[in-house]
């Protein structure tokens, strides 16, 4: 037998190792300037990880795309295999991510449709990620073209979107929105919105709820200097709260939206995680890393690529400004999109407030739970991660701190969604699931710098339009969104709020 | 019209199988009484689908409530030809949190309130040589099936109970039997996620849950006047689960 020499730490490790550039991976993205297709290397260096480009015509560039190596190296385990839809609209030609539509080299279907019914706006927020020209508003006609589109490539869907510009100054919004909640085969309707309706029109809100309306609020941080830098003059922090009591009164289930700016409101994280945490009628809260695309990608300024927020930035932020509530640990990358694109946490209502699935329930092995929902279907995972967990933390009770309130509350869980007097359908079920789990998610989008290839072929969240193209949002925003036919022509008269 | 005649006391008769077994009976002509612990809207609307009817707000562990309702329906009718243990509850729980106060409780209404309401209404039965207990069971009290254990051993008990009774109460006339019926359309099984159902549905024969009329058809042929050498049984009800 040949016994080979074993090295020595001290013959294979570098000093300074950490402080040093490492080749990690090869990567495809986009030319900054021209956003053309170009080959790329993801290095790491300093602890974070960069995208470094090469364009033949512009030169070489740069873009933090991690700002932490240990995340970025785990969630890249976090790979599950995607869903493909029930039919495609593009062929596969040019290759990605240039036949969007979705092409059947697309590797996830359709988790959350984005239906944009204006191009209106009374913002325009520096920080846009859209770029609204005031000119357009779809039909009744597109929308059902839409819908009946989706239904066919994706059979039933748990929730659509209805965004903008500003949906809700579609002059036949409640019409479009009843269109999409008649729908049988769509499971929940969600709108996204600045809030400015809601603020100043509590009957609205009223309306919102007796249509069943999920809406996903807009609200970087309750404080007007930073909110002025994201969102543009007035007093964005009155309008805020108001439309939070107006939408609490009419008893909206509502999710928080917090874009989330370097050096602006990365120190807010933690007030709108207290946000989530006491109000009720909050479900889930949604952290979103700027992204220098539209209107923002031109005006945001100062933007530096190599000094960004991501997706471990918010988390160690969430940690750091929580007072204990939030520890890294409690996040997770989200398999079934790319890992680099989102990270959730679930957190349980106990007798004395919330604690993170994570502590409790080791979701790394029940990858099938994890999705980018707010709402945690009982189905056959679920309820079998639940049930191990259940045993396990029971028959070592001592070792699991809280393991005792945790048992509680999941008991009271169990009484509530299956009730002994009664079935539940469920719908019925899952709405009560809704007030006994919060959600916390982190979903990075991508601008030209940090825009990869591998990323935008497993995503979700797709704009739905007319033509009956399913555009993957990060290649919408970047590539195709400046050619939509929707938005040809003049730009028409803005009507900005400025109060 | 099989119980033409027939003064019939239902337990748990406002809701679910409680409610068909009250509206089939009917049909078949018997008189009705039954009882329900919650919902008055929902003991209302079973009132309107009988003939003739009554309801009682009383629990099966209330002795006295259930004595003084036996009493009055023994004055107002002159005795009670078929009881029908049907009132039960479940939780779905699993062993680890499974307190005892939960054993309890399922056990105290399913098994304890079926003996208290036998015990008062076998009375007058045993007096007059006559009469027909039918308890209801479950397929989770005689097969090995994903189910709360507590349910199942209350279930299991009644099978057990069904047996001494009948062989106890058949000096008088009196018969006692048992149906135990698989996953219904409502009910305990409702509740079940739709990949259990699934799984459970691909080994029943005929590939489908029991509706409730069925069963409370059955059930008024078993109380009837035809049929008169059962006693003692548990009758599984199941579709053909293999």
Not at chain 1, 88 to 117: F, K
Not at chain 1, 327 to 341: A, G, T
Not at chain 2, 121 to 131: C, E, I, N
Not at chain 2, 148 to 173: D, F, N, Q, V
Request: contains cysteine.
């Amino acid at each position: 037998m040949i016994k080979l020499p074993i090295a020595e730490p001290s013959f294979i490790r570098t000093p300074d190792a950490n402080a040093r550039e490492v080749f990690h991976s090869f990567s495809r993205g986009l030319c900054p300037s021209c956003k053309r297709p170009v080959d790329g290397v993801r290095v790491i260096r300093d602890g974070k990880v960069y995208l470094r480009k090469q364009c033949p015509s512009h030169g070489q560039s740069e873009a933090l795309i991690s700002g932490d190596v240990d995340w970025f190296l785990r969630s890249l385990t976090f790979i599950k295999a995607g869903s493909i839809p029930l039919s495609y609209s593009t062929p596969v030609d040019r290759g990605c991510p240039n036949d969007c539509g979705l092409c059947p080299d697309h590797e996830q279907h359709s988790c959350l449709p984005i239906i944009e019914i204006t191009n209106h706006c009374n913002l325009e927020c520096p920080i846009c990620i859209v770029q609204n020209k005031h000119n357009y508003e779809m039909s009744v006609e597109e929308l059902g073209k839409i819908l009946d589109g989706l239904v066919a490539k994706e059979g039933v869907l748990e929730t659509i979107n209805l965004s903008g510009g500003e949906p809700t100054m579609h002059p036949q919004f409640f019409q479009l929105l009843d269109m999409a909640v008649a729908k049988k085969e769509i499971a929940r309707v969600s709108i996204s919105t600045n809030g400015l309706r809601c603020a100043s029109d509590p009957e609205f809100c009223v309306e919102l709820a007796k249509r069943g309306v999920y809406v996903s609020l807009q609200l970087d941080a309750l404080s007007n200097p930073a909110l002025r830098v994201l969102r543009g003059t007035g007093d964005h922090r009155a309008a805020r709260e108001r439309a939070l009591d107006n939408l609490e009164r009419a008893g909206v289930r509502t999710t928080i939206v917090s874009t989330v700016a370097k050096g602006v409101n990365d120190d807010k994280i933690g007030e709108c995680v207290e946000l989530l945490y006491s109000r009720d009628f909050i479900l889930s809260l949604m952290f979103q890393p700027a992204a220098f695309t539209g209107y923002g990608g031109a005006h945001f300024a100062p933007h530096n690529p190599l000094d960004v927020m991501t997706i471990p930035d918010v988390v160690r932020a969430a940690d750091q400004q929580s007072g204990g509530k939030l520890k890294k640990s409690d996040f997770l990358p989200l398999p079934c999109s790319h890992p680099s694109c989102f990270a959730l946490t679930y957190l349980l209502r106990t007798e004395d407030g919330f604690v993170p699935f994570p502590r409790f329930l080791e979701l790394e092995r029940y990858m099938d739970i994890l999705a980018n929902r707010g709402t945690i279907r009982p189905d056959e995972s679920f309820e079998g991660a639940i049930r191990d967990t259940i045993d396990d933390m029971w028959t070592s009770a001592a070792q699991v701190p809280d393991g005792a309130k945790i048992l509680a509350s999941l008991k009271r869980t169990i009484h509530l969604m299956y009730p002994e007097e009664r079935a539940l359908e469920l719908e019925e079920r899952l709405r009560i699931g809704e007030g006994l789990v919060k959600t916390i998610f982190v979903h990075a989008f991508m601008d030209v710098h940090t825009f990869e290839v591998d990323r935008i072929k497993k995503c979700c969240t797709h704009y739905a339009l007319p033509d009956g193209r399913l555009m993957p949002g990060c290649a919408y925003n970047n590539l195709y969104r400046d050619r939509d036919p929707r938005y040809a022509g003049e730009t028409g008269t803005p009507r900005i709020w400025t109060k | 019209m099989r119980l033409k005649g027939k003064r019939v006391l239902v337990t748990g008769g406002s809701r679910g199988l409680g409610r068909a077994i009250c509206r089939v009976f009917s049909a078949e002509g018997a008189k009705i009484a039954f009882t329900y612990t919650r919902e008055p809207e929902s003991a209302e609307k079973t009132l309107s689908e009988l003939n003739e009817g009554k309801a009682y707000r009383v629990s099966v562990l209330d002795v006295d409530g259930t004595a003084a309702m036996v009493l009055e329906l023994e004055s107002a009718w002159g005795g009670i030809d078929v009881l029908v243990n049907n009132a039960g509850i479940s939780q779905n729980l699993p062993l680890a949190l499974l307190e005892e106060a939960d054993f309890d409780r399922v056990m105290n209404v399913n098994v304890k309130g079926t003996y208290l309401t036998s015990r008062a209404v076998a009375r007058g039965m045993m007096r007059r040589k006559s009469g027909v207990i039918l308890n209801m069971g479950s397929l989770a009290g005689e097969r090995m099936i994903e189910a709360p254990i507590h349910y199942c051993a209350s279930k299991a008990a009644i099978r057990g109970m069904t047996e001494a009774m009948a062989k106890e109460l058949s000096r008088h006339s009196v018969r006692v039997l048992c149906l135990a019926p698989g996953l219904l359309e409502d009910g305990v099984g409702k509740n079940l996620p739709g990949y259990r159902l699934t799984d459970y549905l691909a080994h029943v024969a005929l590939g489908r849950v029991g509706t409730l009329d069925e069963v409370a058809r059955f059930a008024a042929f078993l109380v009837s006047d035809a049929n008169t050498y059962m006693n003692g049984e548990t009758v599984v009800m199941d579709g053909g689960l293999g």
